[in-house]
Each structure stands twice: as structure tokens, then as C-alpha cells.
């Protein structure tokens, strides 16, 4: 059943507003770690994603798609598969 009315509105809002605030966490995070990386550490996390690479790759967009077909509200629940048209 579909909400409607101001409290779908509400929702909606508040669904965004949680995506923004955690879309600038993560780039704070990200840029905070980026500043305080010495080259040491920089080199550990470069050794592990060459070391990874064969799944690292894989895993990241696996996490992307993931999320993505979560909050696709077109989706009604269902997820994304390569063999729907």
C-alpha cells in the first residue's frame, strides 16, 4: 500500500535529508583521513587494494548496486538483476 498525503511527504524529506547528512559525514571522514594519511599508511592501504585486487573490485560495486536498489523507490522492494528488461 502506498503512503500519501503529508506524511509520505514528510518521509520522503526526511529519507533525503538523512542521505544528505550522511553523504557529507562520509566525505568529511574521507577527507579527514585523506589529510591526516601519512605515506606509510598510504602505502599499506595502496599493498592491500594491489594485494585485493581480485575481489576488491567486485565487492565495491556489489556494495554500490546494493544500496542503490535499496533506496530506488521504483524498485517496490525488488532488487536489480542482470536478466530483467
Given at each position: 500500500?502506498?503512503?500519501?498525503?503529508?506524511?509520505?511527504?514528510?518521509v520522503k524529506k526526511?529519507?533525503?535529508?538523512?542521505k544528505n547528512y550522511k553523504e557529507k559525514l562520509l566525505e568529511q571522514a574521507w577527507l579527514?583521513?585523506?589529510e591526516l594519511q601519512?605515506?606509510?599508511?598510504?602505502?599499506?592501504?595502496?599493498?592491500?587494494?594491489s594485494d585485493e585486487n581480485e575481489w576488491l573490485h567486485?565487492?565495491?560495486l556489489y556494495v554500490v548496486l546494493q544500496a542503490n536498489s535499496?533506496?530506488?523507490p521504483?524498485?517496490?522492494?525488488r532488487s536489480?538483476?542482470?536478466t530483467e528488461t
Open positions: 500500500m502506498e503512503k500519501t498525503g503529508k506524511h509520505s511527504t514528510r526526511s529519507k533525503r535529508s538523512a579527514k583521513w585523506n601519512d605515506p606509510a599508511g598510504r602505502a599499506v592501504f595502496n599493498t592491500f587494494c567486485d565487492y565495491s535499496i533506496s530506488d521504483g524498485m517496490n522492494g536489480h538483476t542482470a
